[in-house]
Structure formats: structure tokens, C-alpha cells
């Protein structure tokens, strides 16, 4: 059974940057889509950033505008997330998902896997 596992999430000012990791286990990385959601509270669970089987990235979501990178290590069977100039508003809990096929999507339904989250609160 596949298992993800975050870290790298803190507590930041305004204009930092993070790095979010997710370890995977029991899942090759080069055969599914990996994503990174984000939560906020009140509000829904949003994808933000998600790279195919074959390491291609799909369009950032218009809510992170290229300031958010995605990338991963096959090797570590790791994922990342680069996030760049953070805001207040990018406060949220962060999950990393392994999609149940090997193209992109943001829909929750298609997720296969889901990790426990990372907390990144941005202060002004």
C-alpha cells in the first residue's frame, strides 16, 4: 500500500520560500502523477502543482502564477515543491497525492493516495 509522507512546512514572513518534500513508499513514482494540493481554512482542498509519470509539469495553478515549482527524484522516490515569494493568502495545509494514473488532474476523485499534510503559515 502506497504511503506519502510531507515535510519542510514552517512558519515564514512574507516574500519566503519553502521547500516541501513528500517520500513515497510503495509506489514508483515514474509510473503515476504526483500532485500537491493545498487546504486553507474555511476553505476547499485545491491542487496547486502536479508532474506526470513521464516528469512533465502541468501548467501552474492561476492562484500560485509560477511561484510554485514541482519537481521530484526518482531515485528518492521523493517529490518536491519549490514555493517561492509566499503571501499570507498561500497559509494553508499541504498535501502531496499520488493520481491514480500517470497523466495530470486536480480532481480529488482521481487521487489514489493522500499524505497527512504540512502546515505552512505566511505572516505579513
Known amino acids: 500500500q502506497a504511503q506519502l509522507v510531507e515535510s519542510g512546512g514552517g512558519a515564514v514572513l512574507s516574500g519566503g520560500s519553502l521547500r516541501l518534500s513528500c517520500a513515497a513508499s510503495?509506489?514508483?513514482?515514474?509510473?503515476?502523477?504526483m500532485a500537491w494540493f493545498r487546504q486553507a481554512p474555511g476553505k476547499e482542498r485545491e491542487g496547486v502543482a502536479c508532474?506526470?509519470?513521464?516528469?512533465?509539469?502541468?501548467d501552474d495553478a492561476d492562484s500560485v502564477a509560477s511561484r510554485f515549482t514541482i519537481s521530484r527524484d526518482n531515485a528518492k522516490n521523493t517529490v518536491y515543491l519549490q514555493v517561492h515569494s509566499l503571501k499570507p493568502d498561500d497559509t494553508a495545509v499541504y498535501y502531496c497525492?499520488?493520481?491514480?494514473?500517470?497523466?495530470?488532474?486536480?480532481?480529488?476523485?482521481?487521487?489514489?493516495?493522500w499524505g497527512q499534510g504540512t502546515h505552512v503559515t505566511v505572516s505579513s
Open positions: 497525492a499520488a493520481i491514480s494514473g500517470p497523466e495530470c488532474t486536480y480532481y480529488t476523485t482521481t487521487v489514489g493516495s
Open positions: 510503495g509506489l514508483r513514482l515514474d509510473y503515476y502523477a
Open positions: 508532474i506526470n509519470s513521464r516528469g512533465f509539469t502541468s
